[in-house]
């Protein structure tokens, strides 16, 4: 190496840099270079091989050469080997060193065999012994670049394969399914990277092994069968579900969606011959395990929500129906009973207004526990929506057991709920259908335990009643009230009464409450109390109770008519009417155009109102106590936290409840919650008014105790409008004659 370096006039021959040059395709232009330090050989090679589509480069001797093949690459080096400087030996060494890549031919005169057998151990492609003639060069240039081109395509279709390869490998383990092939034995043979990052078993850990180590017990035969099956049938390609076990996952599995394909092996002869051995045709098995346990857990979800209420967990009307349908079926082979309670809770709607529909919801959960463990496994409990639940109680020997299970929640509900640091009580009014007295299918036992639930509503509440045949005639009529309340209105069938108030000490008419009556065109008249309730219920408080402002004030400007004393006129107010927010300004425009002073109109409002909606309960009244317009609370001392509300809002009068004036029956006796009411009245500055007044004993009681203000059976009854103005006449004609 050291003569290679003096003649190459100092060239370092150090090689930085490797290369390995391939044209890109065979359109390339071919570059050769001719080495031959005779130069009328050189200018025949020129001679010869141009115009054959070559880029021809010479050197007339090694150092030359060097150069040329440090500068770039070469397809096609023509080499002598007896050079001046360089032997061809040490310039195909450099060849080597540097991986240029390129064929070599060598010529040489030399008639020994070591410059033949150390040009080929160097790598050259052909030996040509001088002289040759032109043909053999040709065929030896034309057979070198023929292989050369086969090379380097050769190498093109291994780095697409190679690339190609990787782009699959790649897109097989970044795929988000488990992607697997198992062998005709069942044993996985390639399984991608997505096996452990679902599963947390590595490659190493599946390959080779039964695909029965990562199926879930319970679905293993499941998974033998379809596998079996996919190897006897060549044409199968079907889904499957399997759970799969997994080191990720609390309960140590996942489920996954089966795509499998079987893989055969084997020419169209083989397939088709009669002695096809199909266990050798039988390649294996190409699967494609998708997890869908997100998904099964969403349709499952789904699928609950869809039968259960949200709230308290319970079935909804829909499951409700089909666990009836089932019991029903069950009951009529067994020849058996069953019951169906209609449960709806009461008061919650006060609870849920005062206290926020937050707290109301944990009270329909802890009211859905209590119920529910009043039963036994065989019983449903549902919630139909609201405060309103249903009850299957299946296989009953006798109705008497019914009644236990209504008694047990009547008990249960008894005990207060502990609710936003406070506790709230409420009961519940249960009907009961029993099969088969009571109906026969779905639609008519819950049907008929709705009508027992609205007569135990109607009773009292907080009880149990059983349906009755003769439920279903109130039920009727009450479909044909609510029906004819809605044409009321427009039929002009009502009417205002007033009961008048009256001063003992006096004996005079000082005022008088407004009670609306209906005069049913069928029923005569009807009291407020068998009919508002059917317009709370069907949202028309509105419109009668602006049809009762209107004719309140016309009546109240006919009164004023008849003396100089100006009565004053109570009206029950609708807490729906008083919670809308344009309430004020009709009874404003109605006095406005009334002409009716706001002094002579005081509002009664029950503890229920304040209760409901306590702000909006203020800002109205106090609106109303800046017009002028008194206000009054009814049925004071039968709710709950009366004096404080009597310290919150605006309220000038007191209303003592007929319920505590009935039970005065003896003067003598002492009544504390009277004397109670009528001394928080004195030490407030309100007004008093006892209701429901109908004995001398009750008056002289009441009047000893500090109360002048009554109103009842006793001094008059509700009157129309043309009795109570008699009476306004009468009065002042008395007045007059006395003067």
Not at 383 to 396: N, Q, S, T, Y
Request: proline share 3%; net charge negative; with cysteine.
């Amino acid at each position: 190496m050291s003569n290679l370096s003096d003649a190459a006039n100092g060239l370092e021959l150090d090689f930085p840099v490797s290369y390995t040059s391939l044209p890109d395709s065979v359109e390339s232009p071919v570059l050769v270079l001719l080495v031959d330090d005779e130069p009328r050989i050189l200018s025949s090679l020129n001679e010869l091989l141009k115009g054959r589509g070559y880029l021809l480069t010479s050197a007339a001797n090694g150092g030359e050469a060097i150069q040329h093949l440090r500068r770039g690459p070469f397809d096609l080096v023509i080499l002598d080997l007896h050079l001046p400087d360089i032997g061809g030996h040490e310039i195909m060494d450099f060849m080597n060193h540097q991986k240029t890549g390129c064929n070599v031919i060598v010529t040489s005169g030399a008639r020994g065999i070591d410059a033949v057998i150390g040009a080929l151990k160097r790598g050259a492609y052909d030996y040509l012994r001088k002289p040759y003639s032109k043909e053999e060069l040709l065929k030896a240039v034309d057979n070198a670049l023929q292989q050369r081109r086969l090379k380097a395509e050769n190498q093109r279709i291994a780095v697409r394969l190679e690339r190609s390869e990787r782009i699959y490998r790649y897109l097989v383990d970044s795929s988000p399914d488990i992607i697997y092939t198992l062998d005709h034995e069942g044993r996985f043979t390639f399984v991608n990277d997505r096996a452990h990052q679902l599963l947390g078993f590595s490659r190493e850990e599946i390959l080779g092994k039964h695909f029965s180590v990562l199926v879930h017990e319970d679905d293993l035969d499941r998974a033998h069968y379809v596998f079996k099956e996919c190897r006897e049938d060549q044409r199968l390609s079907r889904n499957v579900e399997l759970r799969l076990k997994s080191r990720h996952t609390a309960n140590d599995q996942r489920t996954f969606s089966h795509e499998l394909t079987n893989i055969t092996f084997g020419s169209n002869e083989d397939l088709q011959g009669a002695e096809l051995d199909r266990q050798k045709a039988f390649w294996g098995t190409y699967g494609v395990a998708r997890d869908i346990t997100e998904r099964k857990r969403a349709d499952e979800l789904i699928n609950y929500q869809a039968f259960h209420d949200i709230l308290t967990q319970l079935p909804n009307r829909a499951l409700f129906r089909d666990r009836l349908g089932l019991a029903l079926l069950q009951a009529k082979r067994n020849e058996s009973n069953l019951a169906v309670m209609f449960l709806d809770l009461d008061r919650f709607k006060i609870v849920n207004d005062t206290l926020g529909h937050g707290v109301g919801d944990e009270l329909l959960q802890q009211v859905s526990s209590r119920l529910k463990a009043c039963l036994r496994r065989c019983d449903t409990l549902s919630r139909l929506g609201g405060d309103e639940f249903l009850v299957v109680l299946a296989d009953l020997t006798d109705r008497r057991d019914a009644a236990l299970i209504a008694e047990k929640f009547i008990e249960c509900l008894r005990q207060p709920f502990a609710l936003a640091d406070q506790l709230v009580h409420i009961s519940a009014s249960i009907g009961i259908a029993v099969y088969p007295f009571d109906g026969s299918t779905v639609d008519e036992l819950i049907r008929h335990s709705d009508v027992a639930m609205y007569q135990m509503k109607t009773q009292g509440k907080n009880g149990h009643v059983f349906f009755d045949a003769s439920m279903l005639d109130a039920a009727t009529q009450r479909i044909a009230l609510e029906h004819s309340l809605h044409l009321a209105i427009e039929h002009g069938e009502l009417e205002m009464y007033y009961q008048p108030q009256v001063d003992v000490m006096t004996h005079k008419v000082v005022g008088a409450e407004a009670l609306m009556r209906w005069n049913h065109p069928e029923r005569g008249f009807l009291s407020a109390g068998e009919f508002l309730p059917f317009a709370e219920e069907n949202g028309l408080m509105i419109p009668i109770s602006d049809w009762m402002l209107e004719a309140i004030c016309h009546d109240l400007k006919e009164w004023n008519k008849v003396g100089d004393n100006k009565i004053c006129l109570s009206l029950n107010l609708s807490p729906q009417y008083l919670d809308r927010g344009d309430f004020f300004d009709n009874l404003k425009s109605a006095l406005t155009r009334h002409h009716i002073e706001p002094k002579q109109i005081e509002v009664e409002v029950t503890e229920n109102i304040c209760i409901r909606n306590p702000q909006i309960a203020i800002e109205q009244l106090d609106k109303l106590g800046q017009l002028g317009v008194s206000v009054a609370i009814d049925d004071f001392g039968t709710g709950y936290s009366s004096l404080s509300y009597l310290h919150r809002f605006p309220i000038h009068t007191i209303k003592i409840d007929r319920a505590f004036v009935m039970e005065i029956q003896d003067v003598g006796a002492h009544f504390p919650v009277v004397l109670a009411i009528i001394s928080i009245a004195r030490g407030l500055g309100l007004n008093l008014i006892a209701e429901g007044v109908e004995t001398r004993i009750q008056e002289r009681y009441l009047k000893n105790a500090g109360c002048d203000v009554m109103q009842g059976f006793l001094y008059h009854k509700p009157l129309p409008q043309h009795a109570f103005m008699e009476l306004l006449r009468n009065q002042n004609s008395l007045v007059a004659q006395m003067h």
